[in-house]
């Protein structure tokens, strides 16, 4: 679909994503410097604050309202034994988040952050949540197809799951501050996994992990089964779209359209775990400007997390040893999220406490 200047949905989002404001960042990192503490003693949490000046052109980043987007689709390779839960679970959770009974909603309640949970690709339908408000409807199919005997979706099917996220994030833009991304999907490690190695050129047998906790024979089936796919659909890593269409899944497409559109919007994006970083690096693959608005709130033990991190070079604020997701993580970041804000808005400087320039000299 093209608009009226003859742009599809998707290069019209591309042109409207620019890197952080210079000036912002530069102003930001001034005022740092003047606080009544040693240089840049709150380390990270000070390069948040200038992050987040420079995504939001503002020296008071507005913060307060927060929201997870929890992407749900499923994949055809959990057919193949990949994951320790069948699934059925995928279903089973989606109604658990909207009674407030996972993770996510204690998680998100206590840093005052809305959960949207939108269905991308689950095999089940939602009628009534849908109907009800409960949840948002973005389907693109039932579930992937198997990655181990062909793609996961077509390449339009891709295309449409991508542009999925970014109208989520256009729908919430003007209500929402700060995004967070959440996942669900049962077996999605092994799409992400298949990700991991198709842009970080890195061994599958050194990429993988256990995901929900399978035990040793599983992780050699789930590591043929990745390899397998690969050689099958021979992804293509300078396409960031065709390798979401050949090993990827529906939710992962969201999270990457949703980080597209944030950034679109000047948005921060707080980025979950492993599957979320999996979206974000097809998102910067199509958009690497979209890189500047990304807080990566953890490193999971998933191996291939790690080494999608160091791909997009974004260090973790956090490292909790989590593998949840559902954008837990992202929650739990919230927090750190207003704490630099706070450093920024908040902390007197040295003038405004009167400390003289000698005495601020010494503590430098």
């Given at each position: 679909?093209?608009?009226?200047?003859?742009?599809?949905?998707?290069?019209?989002?591309?042109?409207?994503?620019?890197?952080?404001?210079?000036?912002?960042?530069?102003?930001?990192?001034?005022?740092?410097?003047?606080?009544?503490?040693?240089?840049?003693?709150?380390?990270?949490?000070?390069?948040?604050?200038?992050?987040?000046?420079?995504?939001?052109?503002?020296?008071?980043?507005?913060?307060?309202?927060?929201?997870?987007?929890?992407?749900?689709?499923?994949?055809?390779?959990?057919?193949?034994?990949?994951?320790?839960?069948?699934?059925?679970?995928?279903?089973?959770?989606?109604?658990?988040?909207?009674?407030?009974?996972?993770?996510?909603?204690?998680?998100?309640?206590?840093?005052?952050?809305?959960?949207?949970?939108?269905?991308?690709?689950?095999?089940?339908?939602?009628?009534?949540?849908?109907?009800?408000?409960?949840?948002?409807?973005?389907?693109?199919?039932?579930?992937?197809?198997?990655i181990a005997h062909g793609p996961a979706m077509s390449?339009?099917?891709?295309?449409?799951?991508?542009?999925?996220?970014?109208?989520?994030?256009?729908?919430?833009?003007?209500?929402?501050?700060?995004?967070?991304?959440?996942?669900?999907?049962?077996?999605?490690?092994?799409?992400?996994?298949?990700?991991?190695?198709?842009?970080?050129?890195?061994?599958?047998?050194?990429?993988?992990?256990?995901?929900?906790?399978?035990?040793?024979?599983?992780?050699?089936?789930?590591?043929?089964?990745?390899?397998?796919?690969?050689?099958?659909?021979?992804?293509?890593?300078?396409?960031?779209?065709?390798?979401?269409?050949?090993?990827?899944?529906?939710?992962?497409?969201?999270?990457?359209?949703?980080?597209?559109?944030?950034?679109?919007?000047?948005?921060?994006?707080?980025?979950?775990?492993?599957?979320?970083?999996?979206?974000?690096?097809?998102?910067?693959?199509?958009?690497?400007?979209?890189?500047?608005?990304?807080?990566?709130?953890?490193?999971?033990?998933?191996?291939?997390?790690?080494?999608?991190?160091?791909?997009?070079?974004?260090?973790?604020?956090?490292?909790?040893?989590?593998?949840?997701?559902?954008?837990?993580?992202?929650?739990?970041?919230?927090?750190?999220?207003?704490?630099?804000?706070?450093?920024?808005?908040?902390?007197?400087?040295?003038?405004?406490?009167?400390?003289?320039?000698?005495?601020?000299?010494?503590?430098?």
């Amino acid at each position: 679909m093209k608009n009226s200047s003859g742009l599809s949905f998707l290069d019209a989002t591309f042109r409207s994503i620019y890197p952080q404001d210079f000036e912002y960042r530069q102003r930001a990192e001034e005022h740092l410097n003047q606080l009544t503490m040693p240089h840049w003693a709150l380390g990270d949490l000070m390069d948040l604050a200038v992050d987040l000046a420079g995504m939001t052109r503002s020296l008071q980043p507005p913060v307060a309202r927060k929201k997870v987007v929890v992407m749900v689709g499923d994949h055809g390779v959990a057919a193949e034994g990949v994951s320790l839960f069948p699934a059925e679970v995928t279903t089973q959770m989606v109604y658990n988040f909207i009674r407030g009974g996972a993770g996510i909603n204690a998680l998100a309640g206590r840093s005052q952050t809305e959960v949207c949970v939108v269905d991308v690709g689950a095999r089940d339908s939602f009628d009534e949540l849908v109907e009800t408000g409960r949840i948002v409807a973005k389907k693109i199919g039932h579930g992937t197809a198997n990655i181990a005997h062909g793609p996961a979706m077509s390449r339009t099917h891709a295309v449409m799951a991508v542009e999925a996220g970014i109208e989520i994030a256009n729908d919430l833009a003007a209500t929402t501050d700060v995004f967070g991304t959440g996942d669900m999907g049962i077996g999605n490690t092994t799409p992400s996994t298949a990700i991991a190695a198709v842009f970080t050129g890195e061994k599958v047998s050194e990429l993988t992990g256990r995901g929900t906790g399978i035990d040793d024979a599983g992780l050699l089936k789930k590591i043929a089964v990745i390899e397998r796919a690969l050689q099958i659909n021979r992804p293509d890593p300078k396409d960031g779209i065709d390798v979401l269409a050949k090993v990827g899944g529906f939710e992962i497409g969201a999270i990457a359209g949703l980080i597209l559109g944030a950034a679109a919007h000047r948005k921060p994006v707080v980025v979950d775990g492993f599957i979320s970083t999996a979206g974000a690096m097809i998102a910067c693959s199509l958009e690497p400007f979209v890189r500047d608005f990304l807080v990566c709130a953890h490193c999971s033990v998933e191996p291939a997390h790690k080494v999608l991190l160091s791909k997009l070079q974004c260090r973790p604020l956090l490292e909790l040893n989590l593998r949840l997701g559902e954008g837990t993580g992202a929650a739990l970041a919230m927090h750190l999220v207003d704490a630099a804000v706070a450093i920024l808005t908040e902390v007197a400087t040295f003038s405004e406490a009167g400390v003289s320039d000698s005495s601020r000299s010494v503590q430098k």
